[in-house]
Each structure stands twice: as structure tokens, then as C-alpha cells.
């Protein structure tokens, strides 16, 4: 017997919204998220789920606010369970189905159901996200989110949250999904643990939610019991994917696995280790599972608004820097580090300042990174932006959000391993949120001495809200507790592995075309053998080099051994360390050539001869000697430039030719030349740059107002989206409604053509609304006569009046019986009854006419046989009479 949640029984008890339910909770809570064309997926999925599974369904669809949604009707004939529309309160039961009512959002909060109102000012409203956001955080392991037939990308961010909570997933293949947008969009996450039609989604979640490391409480102290099994299944991982999870977290490492050994069917740790080592996919899908990265554009807005308001600024507005460098360490997707790009530019915009900024965003998983570097989000992160930023620093491509490529120039993305990589260094803010949970203590405590190393004094630390510094909190300062902002106190130590560390960016980098880019600079400290090197210099330098500078590719000195007063002085202004600068004017331009071409050409230059004024108003001759230093792999190129005053030698004939260096008057005239046509240029560029910044800011205010035509056609465009998938949903319910009337339809003309009983249905205008094919021989009536006054239609009936008849009845609401014959001689039981729509309420009149020829005929000769009957007893008295009269004795009347 089918039950809905109009049955009084389930109203006084099943749907109790108060108190604590009489049945246990279910084993798991399944959230089904559909949108248009996922009415046919649902009832699939229902028709093959067992009743007594035990399991709790919450539906989630996209409905029209403008039209009652017939669900529970439809639903109600598939399944065997009871059906509910959802109601504030309400306590989800086992082998209960709860469906979502119009115009509202659903969410769980310890096992109940909270009903409110949709928000559409914060833009488009995502149902199924909403409410497996909160079923993640309030079931955690015992959720499952099934993604059916739907446009758009509703649930993508819910499967990652019920991922994140440790719950299962299941996705509709895209071939039986009528529209595959939504599961396409949770395909892309990569978190599917099942892709099948929701027939077969049944039998898979049933065997899932049976399977013993679900339903056994102490399953992990099983798995961490066997060392050699997880041991095994640690080398496998690193030696697939050179990742060893030693050292993680183990309650978060035997939770996955047993995840995986959950859905692969799978009871001992030793059969998942053989299983390991024969489907090296499995290995690649734990890995990912044990790299679950769950993030969001603008995660935790208020630790964000903080960044904003007064750490950002700080650094923006630090003069100390000539570049800004950021990194968001385990990046995932990368929606945090572009949100904090996009946060970095309009906080520069609200200051009016322009500052270069360079974000490294690093992950240890490169399919991850991957992704991050497309800068391509589903619909769905609309719920996550302002309509502002998301019109401002995205663009539409195809079904997804492209990130704007000012932004995606800011942001270099690269596959880093935080534990045994070099970190980066002169970081201004470090962005770590939600990965040390994962940790062991020893690990995050190498973590943090890498950050501290990376980090300028004053640097800014963010964590994630379940996170501290620990043992390392001597090295930060706290500036939010709530939001674990730290400020570092500077380099107070060595970090671990420090004689291994970079000063700049890591190998691997990619830049904005996806590419990957080389650092342009590597340096090392120095060794101890480094050390004992530049000590011995120092002691021979004064002995033996009378003047030698290292100089690097930047034309920074690095080091000077010998007394360069007479060769370099420091410039007035800003102090800088460059030798093309801090070199005297006729030194600079052989210097500067000579470095340059020593570089390019990796070869010994010599310049002979240079003449140089002297305060005293002499000349003095000097010899240049540039030489390439040689080096390492990976090192940063040097050149030592070696600078030695010529003496004239007494002995020296005096027509010996000296090979001097000077500047001929034909370089002294292209010099000035090349100055001329340099002002000149500089001349040209400034009208170019006049007129470009006039363009600009006309491009500008067309810009704006582009962007405000964006915002409202992004609206709108929102708003159809809805309301298509809206009225998909209820063309589809009413499509079935339609079915089944046809049906109905069709069993009321069999079963009026069956009975053989003349029909006729009038409304209350005595209008024709039906009737049956054997009526038409009492009414002359044709299928074209539907809708006419009963009133313009003849009939056979002698000496009767049937439509006075139907008018007594309307008046008196009460039936009418009369045998009536036809003109062909046939009688008839013609019976008018009221047409009932409700308790008391009528809306028409029911004539029906059964043949009773058969009947009179049967009276008539029962009628005629009964008289010759009475006749014949009338005339027995008489005969019996002269039979019983004696007869006269013969002779006596002679």
C-alpha cells in the first residue's frame, strides 16, 4: 500500500517536527541533487532502491516558485517508501524520502530539517550546494551526495565539502543524464567515487553502506595495528607518486584508505595492499583521495576583509621592496591565491598606489595545479563572489568563469612539495590554510621553520582557523587569534635543511602562458670552504691584485678586493650598487660594454691604455681585464673585472707605439648624435604617452560602463537560467500529469463503452461534456455536439420530456428515476443524478438510461398469461358445478 504524507498516520507520528524521533537516525543520510530532465533519473533511482535499505533521502531540485511542484504525487508511485514535502523541523527517518518545497533552501542540523527563504540578492542560489554543505558538516562520514541529470554546475562545491567530511559521492554518467551539466561539473572535480546510471546506483550504494569498515566502530585501530600492511601500502605511494605519507596525520590516512577499500569491495588491508600492487590506477586514486584539496574563492570572508583592512595595506604601502611577492602554499584549484590577486588589486585601487605583486601559488599535486593554471571555475563559484568582483575580474567561456589575465599574470603556479622542496624567500605574506591539520606535530614544525625562513621581517603568517604555530609560536607574533593571523619576529635560527635552500623562486615555475619559466637569479649561502676561500683573498689581495670586483649579471658589485676609491664612488641619491653607476664617466662606458659582452660571449676582454683624469690634473693610464668566473651547475654567472695602473717605463724607446683606449672624436659625435635623437624620441613618447592616457581613460569609462552592462546581463541571464530550469521541472511534472489522465481518460470511455448503459454528462448550463456511444439511441448526438445546449438536441423519447426532468433535478439536488420509452418501441430506466464535485457541491447532472425491453416484454406476457390464468379459474367453479349434479333414475319422469 502506497503511503504519502497527506496519510494521517504519518502525520501524527512519521512527521513529528518536535521532540526526539521514535526509530533510530539512518545509517546514512543520501542527498539526491537534481535540476531539469532529473524527474526521469529520480524515479529510476527510486524504483530500483529497496525499502527497508535504512537509509535517509533528501531530494534537492530546482523548482519554480510559480507553480506547485507534484513530486510527492509522482514519487509516491515509485517507491514503496513514504514520501514527504519537507517542513521546518522535521527529523529525517530511515526509509523516509523528504523532498524540497518551492522557494525555499534546505538545510540539516543534528538530524533535523531547517526550512528558509531563498536569497536572491547574493545572486544566483545554489539549493544543492546549500544543503550538502551543511549535511557534510553535520553527518560527516555518514553522507552521500548523488549528482543526477541537470544544466548549470548546482553541487559541484557541495561534493567537495561532502569529500572533505569524509562522505561518498556518486555522479550520473553523462550518456543516461538528459542534460549533463551538473554531472559534468562534478565529474570535473575528479572526487566521483561512482559514475553509473541511477538504475545501478542502488545496488552500489547498498553494498557500500553495508560494508564492514563502514559499519564496524573500530575499524582504524585495525589498520593502524597492521604496520607491515600500511608500511606497504606507504611505498607503494612513494614509490608511484615520490609522495611518502609517513609522517601524516595516521587518523586521516587510515579513514581514506579505508575509503577506497570501502567502494573496491575490499575487507583486509593485505588484500587492498595486493590490489595496490596490481592496479596502479588505485594507486593514483588514493593518492588523490589522501590529497583531497578543498578550497573556495574568498573561503572565510571576514579573515579576508581583515587582509584588507590592515595587513595588505601595510605591505603595499612598504617601501623597503621594489616587488611585492606573496605565496599561497597548498593552492589546490587555486581560487585562494586568485582571490587573494584580486584582493591585492583593489586594495592598491583603494589606496591609489601601483605596486609589481608576484604570487607564487605551489601544490604538491600537479593535476591540481594543472587546473589552477587554466584559471577555468564552474557557474557555481558565483555564490562565492560579489557580482561586482565576479563582472570585474571574470569572463563567461562556454559553462564556466574565466579568471581575467591581469589577474592570471599576477599569480605563478608551480608543483612544490612543502616538506622537501627549498621554500621561497623575501615573502611578504604566507598564505598555509587548513594543511598542518594533516600533519604530524614533527612535520609542522619543519613547515613553520621553512615559513620563517621565507618571510621579510614583519611578514605576515596566515593559518587555517583549526590552526596554530605550535611549538614555533616563539618565532610569530599574534595579530588574530580568531582568524590565526601571525606576524614573524625575523630569522631567529637556521631552518632545517637551510644549507639547501633558494633565495628565489623554485624550479618548475609557470608563468601566465602556462609555460615553464626559469628563475633569472639562483644564490647560495656560503659554505664553510666558501669562507675559508674569501679569507685567504682578503690576506693576498693587498700583496698581489691591485684592484678586482666581482660583479654579477644584474651589474650589482658582490665584492671588491683592493682600494677602488680612485675608480668608484658612491652617487648622490638613493644608494644603489650598481658599477655602471658608482664607476667614474670615463671608466663607465668600457666597464659597462665590457661586462656586458663578457656575459654574452663567456670569453676574457682586455682594454688597454684607458685614460683617466686625476685630481692633481694629470692623466693616468690604467689596463681593463675582464674575466668570466667559472662555477657550478644551478650557480648564479659571475665576472671579476681586474683594473691595474700602467707605469711608464724609463727604458722605453721614444718612438715605441703605446696601444692606448680612448673615445675618438668620431664616438665623441655619435654620442651626441644618438643623445639628439634619444631627446628626441623621448619627445615623441611623451606625446605618445599624453595621447594614450587620454585614450586610456576613454576606454576606461567605456569600460565601466561595459561592466555595468555585464553585471545586469549577468543577472539576467542568472535569473533565465532559473526560471528554464524551473519550468523544465514542471513541464516534466505536468508531462507525467498529462500521462496519467490520458490513462484515466482512456479507462473512463472503456469502461462507459463497456457497460452497454447509455451515458450523458451535462454541466450546469446543460451543456454536453460526455457521453457513450449507446446514448445515441435515445439523443440524437454526434462527437461534434460536445458543448451544446442539451436543449438544441432531439431524442426518440415518446410522450416524455427529459429536460424538465433535469431541471427538477439542479433544483432539488436530488435523483430522479422514470421508465421511458423510445419511438422504436423500446423501454428504458432513465435515472438523473446530481454531477458531484465535493461534499454538498454539484456541478451538473448525470443522465443514464438501461435498457429494460427485455423486462416489460417479460411483464407483458407475464401480464397476459396471469389473465388467462384468472380467466380459467373464473370458469373451473361452473363446470365443476354440472359435474357435480346427480342424474334422474330412468322410468321416473315417464
Not at 875 to 888: F, N, T, V
Request: one cysteine or more; charged letters at 25%; hydrophobic letters at 40%.
Amino acid at each position: 500500500m502506497r503511503k504519502t504524507s497527506d496519510l494521517p498516520r504519518e502525520a501524527s507520528v512519521e512527521n513529528r517536527t518536535d521532540g526526539l524521533p521514535d526509530t533510530a537516525p539512518p545509517s546514512h543520510y543520501v542527498a539526491v541533487g537534481a535540476s531539469a530532465g532529473g524527474l526521469e533519473a529520480i524515479e529510476a533511482f527510486f524504483s530500483h532502491m529497496p525499502p527497508d535499505s535504512g537509509l535517509g533521502f533528501v531530494v534537492i531540485q530546482h523548482l519554480s516558485p510559480d507553480y506547485k511542484s507534484l513530486m510527492v504525487e509522482l514519487l509516491s508511485k515509485k517507491t514503496p517508501m513514504s514520501v514527504h514535502r519537507a517542513e521546518d523541523g522535521m527529523w529525517v527517518l530511515p526509509n523516509h524520502v523528504y523532498l524540497i518545497p518551492p522557494k525555499k533552501n534546505l538545510t540539516i542540523f543534528h538530524g533535523k530539517l531547517l526550512l528558509s527563504e531563498q536569497d536572491h540578492s547574493k545572486g544566483i542560489n545554489l539549493p544543492i550546494d546549500v544543503f550538502l554543505r551543511s549535511l557534510a558538516e553535520d553527518q560527516g562520514e555518514k553522507t552521500v551526495a548523488i549528482i543526477l541529470s541537470g544544466t548549470g554546475s548546482d553541487g559541484t562545491r557541495g561534493v567537495r565539502a561532502i569529500k572533505e567530511y569524509g562522505g561518498m559521492v556518486m555522479v550520473q554518467n553523462e550518456e543516461s543524464a538528459k542534460f549533463d551539466g551538473m554531472p559534468r561539473a562534478a565529474l570535473s572535480t575528479g572526487l566521483a567515487d561512482f559514475v553509473l546510471p541511477p538504475d545501478q546506483m542502488p545496488a552500489q550504494l547498498l553494498s557500500f553502506a553495508q560494508h564492514p569498515y563502514v559499519v564496524k566502530v573500530d575499524r582504524s585501530e585495525t589498520l593502524l595495528s597492521d604496520e607491515q600492511g600500511m608500511t606497504r601500502v606507504f611505498a607503494l605511494l612513494r614509490e608511484k607518486c615520490k609522495v611518502d605519507f609517513t609522517f601524516y596525520k595516521p587518523s586521516t590516512v587510515t579513514r581514506r584508505i579505508e575509503r577506497r577499500m570501502t567502494i573496491n569491495q575490499i575487507d583486509e588491508i593485505q588484500g587492498y595492499v595486493a590490489f595496490l600492487a596490481n592496479n596502479p590506477s588505485e594507486v593514483t586514486a588514493l593518492y588523490r583521495e589522501l590529497l583531497i584539496g578543498v578550497t573556495s574563492f574568498f573561503r572565510d570572508p571576514a579573515a579576508f576583509d581583515r587582509l584588507a583592512q590592515y595587513e595588505l595595506p601595510e605591505i603595499i604601502q612598504n617601501p623597503s621592496s621594489r616587488e611585492i611577492r606573496l605565496w599561497v602554499a597548498g593552492c589546490s584549484t587555486g581560487e585562494e591565491a586568485y582571490s587573494l590577486a584580486i584582493l591585492v588589486r583593489e586594495c592598491m585601487e583603494s589606496l591609489g598606489v601601483s605596486r609589481d605583486v608576484k604570487i607564487f601559488a605551489t601544490d604538491i599535486d600537479r593535476d591540481a595545479i594543472h587546473h589552477a593554471a587554466s584559471g577555468a571555475y564552474p557557474e557555481s563559484i558565483a555564490a562565492d563572489i560579489s557580482p561586482r568582483l565576479l563582472a570585474k575580474y571574470f569572463y563567461k567561456k562556454e559553462d564556466n568563469f574565466q579568471i581575467a589575465r591581469n589577474i592570471r599574470e599576477t599569480v605563478v603556479f608551480a608543483q612544490h612539495n612543502l616538506i622537501r622542496d627549498p621554500p621561497f624567500t623575501n615573502i611578504a605574506l604566507i598564505s598555509c590554510r587548513n594543511l598542518l591539520i594533516y600533519l604530524q606535530p614533527i612535520l609542522q614544525r619543519k613547515v613553520l621553520e621553512f615559513f620563517n625562513f621565507s618571510l621579510t621581517a614583519g611578514g605576515i603568517l596566515m593559518l587555517g582557523t583549526s590552526e596554530t604555530t605550535g611549538d614555533m609560536s616563539d618565532y610569530f607574533e599574534s595579530l588574530d587569534p580568531k582568524w590565526k593571523l601571525y606576524r614573524s619576529k625575523g630569522r631567529l635560527k637556521p631552518p632545517v635543511d637551510a644549507t639547501h635552500l633558494l633565495s628565489v623562486t623554485d624550479t618548475h615555475l609557470r608563468d601566465s602562458r602556462g609555460s615553464f619559466a626559469t628563475p633569472s637569479r639562483r644564490t647560495r649561502p656560503f659554505g664553510d670552504e666558501e669562507r675559508v676561500l674569501e679569507r685567504f683573498l682578503d690576506a693576498v689581495a693587498q700583496d698581489y691584485i691591485t684592484l678586482a670586483v666581482i660583479v654579477n649579471p644584474q651589474m650589482e658589485i658582490l665584492h671588491v678586493f683592493g682600494d677602488a676609491s680612485d675608480y668608484f664612488k658612491l652617487p648622490s641619491g638613493k644608494v644603489v650598487n650598481d658599477i655602471s653607476k658608482m664607476a667614474t664617466r670615463e671608466l663607465a662606458i668600457p666597464l659597462t660594454t665590457g661586462i656586458q659582452k663578457a656575459f654574452r660571449q663567456s670569453q676574457e676582454l682586455r682594454f688597454s691604455n684607458i685614460r683617466l683624469p686625476q685630481d692633481s690634473g694629470g692623466i693616468r693610464l690604467v689596463d681593463l681585464r675582464i674575466r668570466s668566473l667559472s662555477g657550478k651547475r644551478g650557480q648564479e654567472p659571475l665576472v671579476a673585472v681586474f683594473i691595474t695602473e700602467v707605469k711608464k717605463a724609463e727604458s722605453a724607446e721614444p718612438d715605441q707605439a703605446i696601444h692606448t683606449y680612448d673615445l675618438s672624436k668620431e664616438a665623441e659625435e655619435r654620442l651626441r648624435e644618438l643623445e639628439q635623437d634619444l631627446q628626441f624620441t623621448r619627445e615623441n613618447l611623451q606625446a605618445t604617452i599624453e595621447e594614450l592616457e587620454t585614450a586610456n581613460e576613454e576606454l576606461q569609462a567605456t569600460n565601466e560602463e561595459l561592466l555595468a552592462s555585464n553585471e545586469e546581463l549577468q543577472s539576467t541571464n542568472e535569473e533565465l537560467q532559473s526560471t528554464n530550469e524551473e519550468l523544465f521541472t514542471v513541464n516534466t511534472e505536468y508531462q507525467s500529469k498529462i500521462i496519467e489522465l490520458t490513462e484515466l481518460n482512456n479507462d473512463v470511455d472503456n469502461l462507459l463503452s463497456a457497460t452497454q448503459i447509455g451515458q450523458l454528462l451535462l454541466d450546469e448550463n446543460l451543456e454536453v461534456r460526455r457521453f457513450s456511444p449507446k446514448i445515441t439511441q435515445i439523443f440524437k448526438l454526434l462527437n461534434s455536439d460536445v458543448g451544446r445546449p442539451i436543449t438544441h438536441i432531439s431524442h426518440y423519447l415518446v410522450d416524455c420530456d427529459p429536460i424538465h426532468w433535469v431541471r427538477e433535478v439542479q433544483d432539488s439536488g436530488r435523483p430522479l428515476e422514470k421508465e421511458v420509452s423510445t419511438q422504436q418501441g423500446t423501454w428504458h430506466l432513465m435515472r438523473v443524478v446530481p454531477y458531484t464535485v465535493g461534499p454538498k457541491a454539484f456541478s451538473g447532472t448525470v443522465i443514464s438510461f438501461v435498457d429494460i425491453t427485455s423486462n416489460k416484454e417479460a411483464q407483458r406476457a407475464l401480464a397476459e398469461r396471469e389473465a388467462v390464468l384468472l380467466d380459467a379459474i373464473a370458469a373451473r367453479p361452473e363446470r365443476d358445478s354440472e359435474r357435480s349434479r346427480p342424474a334422474q333414475p330412468a322410468g321416473e319422469g315417464s
